[in-house]
């Protein structure tokens, strides 16, 4: 919120913000990894949100992080769920693949 130019602790110019920085509202400074980290963050769940809408007739239980856990009947094909999730939105063509795994519970593979 409410970003300016400000200096950082070194002097140079650098983008701040208005945030809660231990517990108090203050200016918060910013860099350029920071920003890419938060951008990449977003597509990546932009790319979740639309595997989710294409396997809206499975029944997903929860996600972490860029995983989804879906629970289907035992003669559901693995690998047509994976190639649902795995397609992608028009303006990223071709850029997408998904693996699977199945188990009786959640773990990680």
Same mark, same amino acid.
């Given at each position: ?24 509202? &203050? ?18 769940? @932009? ?29 559901? &094909?693995?690998?047509?769920?994976? @190639? ?14 998904? @693996? ?10």
């Amino acid at each position: 919120m409410q970003p300016r130019i400000g200096q950082n602790q070194f002097g140079n110019d650098c983008v701040t913000y208005m945030g809660i920085d231990q517990q108090h509202w &203050s200016r918060i400074e910013s860099y350029g990894p920071k920003f890419v980290e938060n951008i990449v963050q977003g597509v990546a769940r @932009d790319i979740l949100c639309f595997a989710m809408k294409n396997l809206r007739a499975r029944f997903i239980v929860g996600h972490v992080h860029d995983e989804l856990i879906i629970e289907v009947p035992e003669d559901t &094909s693995m690998q047509e769920t994976c @190639d649902l999730m795995g397609q992608a939105p028009d303006w990223m063509p071709g850029l997408l693949r998904a @693996d699977g795994h199945e188990c009786m519970f959640y773990q990680k593979d």
